[in-house]
Structures are given as structure tokens and as C-alpha cells.
């Protein structure tokens, strides 16, 4: 079977990003341009000026990306971008670039969901057996994803309020360590000690998940130190806060697994870098004999290598899209 060379597109958030994939495995290049100084500065990201810088680099991270790969367009058999979900106006920029190659080119244009991505970026690290459920923690994302086969999702839960990226950069927000959160309050959970009592937040036997109560409660923590006098020790409040949020993902992934009677655990989404889930899951699975698999860091947080990587599976499955394609900020995987 001929090698399939797809150039995919990523601009769903803050980064721009396009890489060169080889048969959904093969990181050939990759260019990453991350915006993260220019929005530190807001305490997050500001989706006007995302897209304004987007649409400013678009053209040089493409043409970068084919200099690193020492290719030409011809040498591309098609084209992948993210169109959703994300900020609309990021979405957009990607979503008509790849749209403008493959009409020039006349190559497909395979539309991919930033999941789904996610979840693909676990092949790049090493091939994905079937069946497996997918662990999908980032900033807008907290979902346990049951796939039977090749690129086929059911989805057993997920958040029903904050992402828990979103509530590690707001306890970060509280407290004042800056953003983005969440390496800042991994790194400062391994010098405390759990501390302070918070609450598991949906302890119960679905597959949901709920942050926001967590989030709330570390606020109103925060609040009365402040009123009292009291000084909150950071370090403690952050190994407290992570506690939680590992004992909450751990024991409903857990259970998903067994109950599902699957023994492969992949993690995926930025969160994945998160040293406490990853390495209390990874025991979790060791204990109850189930192989667990986390992308390389770099292919953590969004990147296009991901999007490339699932678009090969989508081809094969018959996933094309035309010039009417749309970016779409709020749509399911399944």
C-alpha cells in the first residue's frame, strides 16, 4: 500500500500549528507557534487576539512546516484540519486554509474533531489496540470515551461543568501563581501536603464528572483565609486540590474500565501531562493488571501532528468534507 502523506492544520485554541504526518504514525514535521506569552499577560486566552494572530502566521507555519519536511505540495496527498470544537474564530482560520489548499490542489480535505485528535495523538507513541477506553483530560475537556474499534466512539460520560484544565487555571487564578495553571499547581502539589478538606465533587457511580464545586470550594477556602487573617499555605492547598481531582479521575476511569471489561487505558489531552493523574492512574492499572499509554509530552497539548495522526484513520473510514465545510465551536464527538 502506497505511503499516505497528510499536511494537517491545528488552530482550535492558541497554537499554530502544522504538521506532516506519515501513515497516521510518522511525525515527519511538525511547527508549533504558541501564543501563551501574548495571553499570560490577560491571566488566559483572549479569543479576538488569537485570531488575529492565527490569520498573521497561518501561511509561514505551513510553509515552515514543508521547509522542515524538505517537501513540496505535490509531495502531499491530502489535507486535515481541526474544525471543532474550540474558539470560533481560531477555528476559522484553520478551517479556510485547509480548505484553500485542497481546492488549489485538488487533494481531500479530511475534517477532523479536536478529540478525536486528542486520542490519536496516543498512535504517534505507539499503535492503538482495540478496544480501549480513552481518558480525555485538557483545558475545555474532561471525557471517557469507549472505543469498540478503529476510529468508533461511545462515550460513557464527561464533564458537567468545568473541564478540569479549566479548574486547575482557576485555582491557580485564586491563589496567584498565574497561568496557565495547570503545570504550576502540578509541580507545587509534589512540595505540600494535603492540608485543607475539600470535597469529591460527584461521588457517585456514573461516568460524569463536576469540578465546578471543587473550584468553588478552594474560592470560598481562599475567601475566608483572606477575611480571618489567616495565611493560606499555597504549596498545601495545591497538593490538597490535585488529591482530589486525581482520586475523582482515577476511580471513575477505573470503574469504566471494569465495567466495560477492557484492559487498555490510553490518556490524551493536555492534562495528560499532569505528573499526579498520570502516575496514580498508571499505579491504579498496574494493580488491576490493565496497560495503560500516554502520548510523548510534546504531543500533549494541541499540536497538529494529532490531527494528522487521526485524519489517516478518518480517510480510511470514508470522512471527506468540501468546500462547504464550517468550523463548528461546540460540537460532540459522538
Not at 146 to 168: C, H, I
Not at 177 to 182: E, I, L, Q, S, T
Request: proline share 3%; aromatic share 8%.
Amino acid at each position: 500500500m502506497k505511503d499516505m502523506y497528510i499536511l494537517a492544520i491545528e488552530t482550535s485554541c492558541d497554537e499554530t500549528s502544522c504538521s506532516i504526518v506519515k501513515n497516521g504514525s510518522i511525525d515527519v514535521a511538525t511547527i508549533i507557534l504558541s501564543q501563551i506569552d501574548i495571553h499570560t499577560n490577560f491571566g488566559g486566552v483572549v479569543p479576538e487576539i488569537a485570531s488575529r494572530h492565527h490569520l498573521k502566521n497561518i501561511t509561514m507555519v505551513i510553509e515552515g512546516c514543508l521547509d522542515k519536511a524538505k517537501m513540496k505540495m505535490d509531495d502531499i496527498d491530502a489535507f486535515a484540519v481541526t474544525y471543532g470544537p474550540g474558539l470560533i474564530g481560531s477555528l476559522l482560520v484553520g478551517v479556510e486554509a485547509a480548505k484553500t489548499l485542497a481546492y488549489i490542489y485538488k487533494k481531500p480535505l479530511i475534517p477532523v474533531h479536536h478529540i478525536a485528535g486528542h486520542i490519536y495523538a496516543n498512535n504517534i507513541t505507539k499503535k492503538m489496540v482495540y478496544p480501549l477506553i480513552a481518558l480525555v483530560v485538557s483545558g475545555g475537556h474532561t471525557e471517557l470515551i469507549y472505543m469498540k474499534g478503529e476510529y468508533e466512539f461511545e462515550r460513557l460520560g464527561g464533564t458537567l461543568d468545568d473541564a478540569v484544565g479549566e479548574s486547575y487555571d482557576k485555582v491557580a487564578r485564586v491563589i496567584g501563581v498565574g497561568y496557565p495553571g495547570g503545570p504550576v499547581i502540578d509541580k507545587m502539589a509534589k512540595m505540600g501536603t494535603h492540608e485543607y478538606n475539600l470535597p469529591i465533587p460527584l461521588n457517585d457511580s456514573s461516568y460524569n464528572f463536576s469540578f465546578s464545586g471543587l473550584k468553588s470550594a478552594v474560592i470560598n477556602l481562599s475567601h475566608n483565609c483572606n477575611q480571618r487573617g489567616i495565611e493560606l499555605n499555597k504549596e498545601n492547598l495545591a497538593t490538597s486540590f490535585q488529591d482530589v481531582v486525581v482520586e475523582t479521575i482515577v476511580k471513575k476511569t477505573i470503574m469504566a474500565l471494569k465495567d466495560k471489561n477492557v484492559n487498555h487505558l490510553i490518556i490524551a489531552g493536555g492534562v495528560a501531562a499532569n505528573s499526579g493523574i498520570r502516575e496514580e492512574l498508571k499505579k491504579e492499572c498496574e494493580k488491576n493488571n490493565i496497560y495503560c499509554s500516554y502520548p510523548d509530552l510534546k504531543y500533549c497539548t494541541d499540536n497538529a501532528t494529532m490531527i494528522g495522526a487521526a485524519a489517516y484513520f478518518a480517510y480510511k473510514k470514508g470522512y471527506t468534507a468540501n468546500s462547504y465545510l464550517n468550523a463548528n465551536s461546540n460540537i460532540d464527538l459522538v
